[in-house]
Each structure stands twice: as structure tokens, then as C-alpha cells.
């Protein structure tokens, strides 16, 4: 069985634009998490989509939104972008809000000038 | 306020040794245990899980114990080997809040052949 997929791998942008980040979850898999990484903050939870309904939200800006479509895939974009988010955005599946565990894709490294 | 500690940055066993990654946590209502591992530009992957409703996980070369009332967890490796070698991330989730997990900051372990 395929893993988590993101896209794309790696992304460079400037400071005010804006980036949509692609996640396709393990086949099954129908609730989709996304994390932030970065040195300073670690894995930080941004938000968890199910059944095209954001169920969390983290602790981020308005400026990240996210959204899930109906064959589970999700993407999540960040809009006026600013030099602090550049980072690498992990996006996680688990078969349903009653699963706990979440495997993670490789990520995308966002990398803002 | 962190709710997930791993206090140890890093770690450095012997192949074959015993490795113990520690962490500790304060929010009571956290009642399922996850450990990860994660190599540079990779993506986290699922190591093992304890259900706050158990003490004591195994699963070959990797054991994972809680103390409830300590509100400590531990990952035991035996033995471990040079291919362990990895960052370790101790995450928590809570009823309810599934598809949100919270991180510790990471221990990097270094296995010496």
C-alpha cells in the first residue's frame, strides 16, 4: 500500500506570495493532519481535516487555511507569506477520528526569501 | 507551556547497549502515547504506541513503558543498532482531539559500531 504523498518536495517562494501545499493520505485513510517544522518550534499541529470538515485547528494565523476534498485528499495553503514560515510541512493520515496513530508523508520544504 | 518535554537533546549508547529516550508530560487528560522516528528530510515514522490504559507496550527490539502517575513514558531499544541512529519524537494525544498530536521537542540518538 502506497504511502502519504505530498507535493512538491521542495518549494522556494518570496515574502507576500502565496503557496498551496498538496497531501494524498494512505488509501483508506479519510482524516488528514498538517505539522509545521521548524528548528525553533518543533512539530507544531496546524489542523486536521474529516470528511472535507476541519475537526482542530492549531495554534496558527488565519493567513494557513486548509481544506479536504472528497477522495480524502487535502492541501493547505498560506497566503502573504513572511520570512518565518519557511519551515517543513508534514502532512499525516490515520484511518478515521477514532484512530490515534498517523503516519506521516516526506514533507515539503517551503523556503521563503 | 510544553506540554510534551523530552529533556535530553541527545544520546549517545554503544551498539548492542540498551538506549532509554525519555519524556515526560503534563496534561492529564493525554491518554494515548506515540513514538516516532525521524530522519533529516524525511518525514516521521511510526514506531510504537501505549494506550494510557496500559503500562507496558512491546514490540520486538522496542518497548515503550508509562507511569501514569509520574506522567513519564519511555522507549527502551535492545539492542540497539548503528541503523537506529535517528531523531526520536515522544508525541501525545488526547480523547477526542485524535487527529491532533502534541510533540516533544526530540532526543537525537547516536548508536557507536
Known amino acids: 500500500k502506497a504511502g502519504v504523498t505530498q507535493t512538491p518536495r521542495y518549494l522556494i517562494k518570496t515574502r507576500g506570495q502565496q503557496v498551496t501545499l498538496s497531501c494524498s493520505p494512505i488509501?483508506?485513510?479519510?482524516?488528514v493532519s498538517w505539522y509545521q517544522q521548524t528548528p525553533g518550534q518543533g512539530l507544531q499541529f496546524l489542523f486536521e481535516?474529516?470528511?472535507?470538515?476541519?475537526?482542530n485547528k492549531g495554534n496558527f494565523p488565519g493567513r494557513f487555511s486548509g481544506r479536504q476534498f472528497s477522495n480524502s485528499r487535502s492541501e493547505m495553503n498560506v497566503s502573504t507569506l513572511e520570512l518565518g514560515d519557511s519551515a517543513l510541512y508534514l502532512c499525516?493520515?490515520?484511518?478515521?477520528?477514532?484512530?490515534?496513530?498517523?503516519?506521516f508523508g516526506p514533507g515539503t520544504r517551503l523556503t521563503v526569501t | 507551556d510544553q506540554q510534551v518535554k523530552q529533556n535530553s537533546p541527545s544520546l549517545s549508547v554503544q551498539e548492542g547497549r540498551i538506549s532509554i529516550l525519555n519524556c515526560d508530560y503534563t496534561n492529564s487528560m493525554f491518554d494515548y502515547f506515540l513514538w516516532y522516528k525521524k530522519y533529516p528530510a524525511e518525514g516521521p515514522t511510526f514506531l510504537i504506541s501505549i494506550s494510557s490504559i496500559k503500562d507496558k507496550n512491546e514490540d520486538g527490539r522496542f518497548t515503550v513503558f508509562l507511569n501514569k502517575s509520574a506522567k513519564h513514558l519511555s522507549l527502551h531499544i535492545v539492542p540497539s543498532q548503528p541503523g537506529d541512529s535517528a531523531v526520536y519524537f515522544c508525541a501525545a494525544s488526547a480523547r477526542g482531539n485524535t487527529g491532533k498530536l502534541i510533540f516533544g521537542q526530540g532526543t537525537t540518538l547516536q548508536v557507536k559500531p
Open positions: 488509501s483508506g485513510h479519510r482524516s
Open positions: 499525516a493520515s490515520s484511518l478515521d477520528t477514532s484512530d490515534y496513530e498517523q503516519y
Open positions: 481535516y474529516f470528511s472535507e470538515t476541519q475537526r
